[in-house]
């Protein structure tokens, strides 16, 4: 059983930045791949952007890529997902999740085991 717990999350103006980081309960946390995700108020849960268990194998979603860049820790059992120039649209619950290995579809919710609680982002304009 693996828990996660996002944090970093709050209020900032458009342009601005913020780290996330999704923190992990298991040592073994360096084997699992992990996803970060967003859900906009009234829309479906979107993938942001995935990394494998040793951090080498990388995913980014065209629509934040240049923007948002996710990272891992393993020595912290932590994953981070740095944004960059936020924009309004980027106002959303964002989740990490974890995988046992690395999703043939990122974006296929089902390939994640364990989901973190969320962490609100909101972007003012």
């Known amino acids: 059983q693996v828990q996660l717990v996002e944090s970093g999350g709050g209020l900032v103006q458009a342009g601005g930045s913020l780290r996330l980081s999704c923190a992990a309960s298991q040592r073994t946390f360096s084997s699992y791949a992990v996803g970060w995700f967003r859900q906009p108020p009234g829309k479906e849960r979107e993938v942001l952007a995935v990394i494998s268990g040793d951090g080498n194998q990388l995913y980014h979603v065209d629509s934040v890529k240049g923007r948002f860049t996710i990272s891992r820790d393993n020595a912290k059992n932590t994953v981070y997902l740095q944004m960059n120039s936020l924009k309004p649209e980027d106002t959303a619950i964002y989740y990490c999740?974890?995988?046992?290995?690395?999703?043939?579809?990122?974006?296929?919710?089902?390939?994640?085991?364990?989901w973190g609680p969320g962490t609100q982002v909101t972007v003012s304009s």
């Open positions: 999740a974890a995988a046992t290995i690395f999703p043939i579809i990122p974006a296929r919710k089902e390939g994640y085991s364990y």
